[in-house]
């Protein structure tokens, strides 16, 4: 009997020992990207947009147009993920980011009045007054982006030189807004639904730790009172990575 509760005993320490020692599918490995996800990324990026703010003084009658044109750079541009990898091949994550960007505000203002028919009927075409004017100035501008994503390691061979290789993307809300230096007390905000794509390579540092660069490319298609030449904002970027998980 005390034979076979010994025999018993060293079955069950063996089963757990061998349990232990056999990964599971969420389970962090050396060198894999399995279980927990984190990534920041600090780089230098260019963020241009075009946005406009309309306000109409009388329907289809006469309207004040704003429009502004924004330049910049930043570094460094910060970026944050977390979320779970799945199998040494995707990554789920959520993504956030947030720059200072400094350049150049182009703001112009434009003041039409149409010629309406007794009718109410106004043509777009039949300007009576047309004003425009427009003035250049430096200016900053906060951008930040809220996201979810994912990101893909098609290379799991731990030999193979593409391995650590990255295709991401992610969908998510932009909002900015640019404070001019010059032109009076004007600002210009804006926020919409956008994506973000990023590609690039990395190498492990350590058994869990790994280290990289990206390319990235920002779109957001802004709606707030816009018209249709006045409604996108765009980034690219070059990042330095350091992932684990």
């Not at 893909?152 to 992610?170: A, E, H, K, T, W």
């Not at 640019?178 to 973000?196: A, H, R, W, Y």
């Not at 990023?198 to 390319?215: N, Q, R, T």
């Amino acid at each position: 009997m005390n034979n076979k509760l010994i025999a018993l005993i060293i079955l069950c320490v063996a089963s757990f020992a061998s349990a232990q020692s056999s990964p599971s599918a969420g389970a962090s490995t050396p060198q894999e990207h399995r279980g927990f996800y984190s990534n920041m990324s600090f780089g230098f990026a260019y963020n241009w947009y075009d946005n406009s703010r309309e306000d109409v003084l009388d329907y289809n009658s006469r309207y004040d147009m704003d429009h502004y044109e924004f330049s910049g750079f930043t570094f460094p541009m910060s970026e944050f993920k977390f979320g779970i990898a799945f199998e040494n091949l995707v990554a789920f994550h959520l993504d956030f980011n947030i720059g200072f960007f400094s350049g150049t505000l182009d703001f112009s203002n434009e003041k039409r009045t149409s010629i309406c028919t007794s009718d109410g009927v106004c043509a777009e075409v039949r300007q009576t007054e047309k004003e425009r004017d427009s003035e250049s100035s430096d200016a900053n501008s906060l951008r930040t982006y809220f996201g979810f994503g994912a990101t893909f390691y098609p290379f799991r061979d731990i030999c193979s030189p593409l391995n650590g290789f990255f295709v991401g993307g992610s969908v998510g809300y932009t909002l900015f807004v640019t404070l001019s230096d010059g032109i009076g007390e004007e600002t210009s905000g804006n926020g919409g639904f956008g994506f973000e794509l990023e590609i690039g390579k990395e190498w492990w540092i350590s058994d869990h730790v790994s280290f990289g660069f990206g390319f990235g490319f920002a779109h957001t298609s802004i709606a707030w009172k816009v018209n249709d030449s006045h409604k996108s904002d765009n980034v690219l970027s070059l990042s330095f990575r350091m992932t684990r998980g």
